[in-house]
């Protein structure tokens, strides 16, 4: 059974930074690309951030770029996102994501990132 | 960006009744386009991929069509646990710079 778990969120301070993780199981991680998205409270979903099976490929969303690094161990089936200065707007649920030709086939259930003074 | 545009916001539904959804894109994304349900409290479940093919252990009730542009979601008769929210996605730039709509409500009416 495909399970992905995330961990790390909490309350930081506007500025402030937070390691999200991903722990992966029940698939062969290093075969797939992944992927985080995020849902601020009562809104709907925006993509954040990929990086390909090998992790040697990454984009993010232009609302990250430049704050937030995304990167995996394969060794260990884990994913991270580092997030740096944060900020009001980054407050939602962060998920990550198998990716499969583009989709998003597997869900975790979520991690709460709220960013507040 | 592309820009997804679901409609309707809400669609109040009876059980047992057809609910169709529709999502259009800003540009043409050929087939490739997704739906996801996503029910309170819970992360979303990818329903169907390709416009039109059904993941692994969705119901047959559910179905996708379109191409380019236009896409549509039908649920063909609500159930209980359909009750949700159904966003689209498209996954056709590479790199990827993946957009959802903003999602459709399906409540009971």
């Known amino acids: 059974e495909v399970q992905l778990v995330e961990s790390g969120g909490g309350l930081v301070q506007p500025g402030g930074s937070l390691r999200l993780s991903c722990a992966a199981s029940?698939?062969?991680?290093?075969?797939?690309?992944m992927t985080w998205v995020r849902q601020a409270p009562g809104k709907g979903l925006e993509w954040v951030s990929y990086i390909s099976s090998s992790g040697r490929t990454r984009y993010y969303a232009d609302s990250v770029e430049g704050r937030f690094t995304i990167s995996r161990d394969n060794a260990k089936n884990s994913l991270s996102l580092q997030m740096n200065s944060l900020r009001a707007e980054d407050t939602a649920v962060y998920y990550c994501?198998?990716?499969?030709?583009?989709?998003?086939?597997?869900w975790g259930q979520g991690t709460l990132v709220p960013v507040s003074s | 960006e592309i820009v997804m545009m679901q409609s309707p916001a809400t669609l109040s539904v009876s059980p047992g009744e057809r609910a169709t959804l529709s999502c259009r894109a800003s540009?043409?994304?050929?087939?490739?386009l997704a739906w996801y349900q996503q029910k309170p409290g819970q992360a979303p479940r990818l329903l169907i991929y390709g416009a039109s093919t059904r993941a692994t252990g969705i119901p047959v009730r559910f179905s996708g069509s379109g191409s380019g542009t236009e896409f549509t979601l039908t649920i063909s008769s609500l159930q209980s646990e359909d009750f949700a929210v159904y966003y689209c996605?498209?996954?056709?730039?590479?790199?990827?710079?993946?957009?959802f709509g903003q999602g459709t409500k399906v409540e009971i009416k």
């Open positions: 994501a198998r990716v499969t030709r583009g989709t998003l086939d597997y």
């Open positions: 540009q043409s994304v050929s087939s490739n």
């Open positions: 029940g698939f062969t991680f290093s075969s797939f690309e």
């Open positions: 996605q498209q996954y056709d730039v590479w790199p990827p710079r993946w957009t």
